[in-house]
C-alpha cells in the first residue's frame, strides 16, 4: 500500500481569470476550426484547383510532397491557412503565459515540497552538468516559448505548467470521448499491450522524453505492480512533472538524463515508451536513442513509440500536410524523421525485422470498448492517422 500525499496539485494552481478562459476557449476553437473545418477545404480546393496542374513524373512520394508545397504556398488559401495556423500556435501558449506567471512562486514551493518527500518508488533527480542537446536548448520546440528547458528562476517549474496548460488549449476542442474516461496516447498503447500479450506484467517502465509524465503516469492504471521511470533532459518539466504525480499518489522515478546514453544498467526495463518524442530529434541522435533503447531493454521486453507515420505510408498530399510543422513550427527535424522507416531504425539497432512492426490504433477515447479490441486484433481496416482520433506507433520485441 502507498502512503497517501496530501500535497497541492501542481496543476490546480494556476488559476485562470474569466478572460483568460474565455481566451482560451477561443484559441481551442479556432485550432479546432483551423485543423478541421479549413482543412478539409483546402484538400478540397487541393484537389479541384491545384493538382491537376502539378506533373507527376515519378513515384517518388518525396519529390512529389515537394511539388505539392511549392504549388500550394503560391496559393491565398495556404497562405491564409497557415498564418492562421502559426498564429493559433503562438497564442496556445500565451493564452496559459499569465496565469503561470503569476503564481511561479507558489508552483515552485509545491515542487520543492514535493522534492523533499523520498521513498524507495518515487523520486526526482536532476543533473546540474547535463549538457542540454543544441537541438532542444538552440530553439523554442513548436513555438513554446522558453522550449522545454529554460529556467528563469532558481527551482523553476514554469516551462512544465505551460506545456501543462497549454496541452490543453492545443486540443481540447478536438478530443473526442464516446468512451469517456479513456483515451490518449498512453492509454491506448497500455490497453493494446494488455489486450495483445495477456500475461506481459512488465516490472520497470521507462519513458523517454517525459516532459511532465502525461504520457507515463496512465501505466499505472493498467500495470499496478510496475516500477515508473521517467527520462528528460529538461529540468522544469521533470520539476513539475515529478510534484504532479506526488500530488497524484502515482510513484515515479523521475531523472535528468540524455536518451542517447543513460545511466541504467543493461536489460533493465521490460517496457520502453515515447510519445511525440523521435520527431524532435535529429536522425542520428534517434540512431543513437533506439541503440539505447535495445541496451535497456530486458531480453523479453517490449518497447512501443508513438509518433507520425513515415513518408513511405501516406499519400503526398498527407504527407505536405503533416511536414507543415517543420517549415513553420520550429521542429527542424519533423521531416528527416518522417523519411527515415522505422522498422530500419530498429533492425540497424538489433531488433529482428520478424519482432519489429508498425502499428496504427484508434484513439480508445473515440471508440467502443468492443472496437477498440477488434483493432487491436486488426479486425478491419487500419484507422487514419490524425486529429487525436487515431495514433501511429512503431515498436518491437526483444
Ligand atoms: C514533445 S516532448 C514529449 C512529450 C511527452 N512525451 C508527452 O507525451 O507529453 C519532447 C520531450 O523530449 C525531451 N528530449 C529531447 N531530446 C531528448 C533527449 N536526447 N533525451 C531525453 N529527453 C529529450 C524534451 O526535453 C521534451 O520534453
Not at 500525499?5 to 501542481?10: D, E, F, Q, V
Not at 503562438?90 to 509545491?110: A, F, G, H, I
Not at 516559448?145 to 497549454?166: I, L, M, N, Q, R
Request: proline fraction near 5%; aromatic fraction near 12%.
Amino acid at each position: 500500500m502507498q502512503e497517501k500525499r496530501s500535497l497541492l496539485s501542481i496543476d490546480a494552481i494556476p488559476r485562470e481569470t474569466h478572460d483568460e478562459a474565455s481566451r482560451q476557449k477561443y484559441v481551442s476553437f479556432l485550432r479546432k476550426f483551423i485543423m478541421s473545418d479549413l482543412s478539409s477545404e483546402m484538400k478540397d480546393f487541393y484537389f479541384k484547383d491545384v493538382s491537376k496542374a502539378i506533373v507527376y513524373d515519378d513515384a517518388n512520394k518525396q519529390s512529389q510532397t515537394v511539388k505539392i508545397r511549392r504549388a500550394m504556398e503560391k496559393t491565398l488559401f495556404y497562405k491564409v491557412w497557415s498564418s492562421l495556423r502559426f498564429n493559433a500556435q503562438e497564442m496556445t501558449w500565451s493564452s496559459v503565459q499569465n496565469q503561470v506567471e503569476r503564481s511561479l512562486p507558489d508552483l515552485v514551493k509545491v515542487s520543492k515540497d514535493a522534492a523533499k518527500i523520498k521513498t524507495d518508488k518515487a523520486s526526482l533527480s536532476l543533473d546540474p552538468n547535463l549538457e542540454v542537446p543544441k537541438y532542444v536548448s538552440k530553439l523554442d520546440i513548436h513555438q513554446m516559448p522558453g522550449c522545454f528547458h529554460t529556467e528563469y528562476v532558481s527551482g523553476d517549474v514554469a516551462v512544465g505548467a505551460v506545456y501543462a496548460h497549454g496541452t490543453k488549449v492545443f486540443g481540447g476542442a478536438m478530443k473526442k470521448s464516446a468512451n469517456p474516461g479513456k483515451g490518449g496516447v498512453a492509454d491506448t498503447i497500455s490497453n493494446y499491450l494488455k489486450i495483445k500479450y495477456p500475461n506481459f506484467k512488465p516490472k520497470r517502465i521507462l519513458d523517454i522524453g517525459c516532459t511532465i509524465g502525461s504520457n507515463l503516469l496512465p501505466y499505472k492504471k493498467v500495470f499496478p505492480e510496475a516500477e515508473l521511470y521517467g527520462i528528460d533532459v529538461g529540468a522544469p518539466v521533470l520539476r513539475y512533472g515529478h510534484a504532479r504525480a506526488v500530488s497524484m499518489n502515482i510513484p515515479v522515478h523521475f531523472s535528468q538524463q540524455n536518451a542517447e546514453k543513460t545511466n541504467f544498467s543493461d536489460g533493465f526495463f521490460d517496457l520502453i515508451v515515447s510519445s511525440f518524442f523521435f520527431h524532435e530529434i535529429p536522425t542520428k541522435s534517434s540512431k543513437l536513442v533506439v541503440r539505447e533503447i535495445y541496451r535497456l531493454l530486458s531480453s523479453k521486453g517490449i518497447t512501443v513509440h508513438m509518433e507520425l507515420p513515415s513518408v513511405h505510408e501516406v499519400d503526398p498530399y498527407y504527407n505536405f500536410y503533416i511536414d507543415w510543422d517543420a517549415y513553420h513550427n520550429n521542429e527542424p527535424h519533423y521531416a528527416s524523421f518522417r523519411k527515415q522507416n522505422p522498422i530500419e531504425l530498429l533492425v540497424n539497432s538489433g531488433f529482428k525485422e520478424e519482432n519489429s512492426y508498425i502499428l496504427h490504433l484508434p484513439d480508445r477515447g473515440g471508440v467502443s470498448d468492443h472496437d477498440f479490441s477488434k483493432a487491436v486484433k486488426g479486425d478491419g481496416s487500419p484507422p487514419k492517422h490524425g486529429n487525436y482520433s487515431s495514433y501511429y506507433f512503431f515498436g518491437a520485441l526483444k
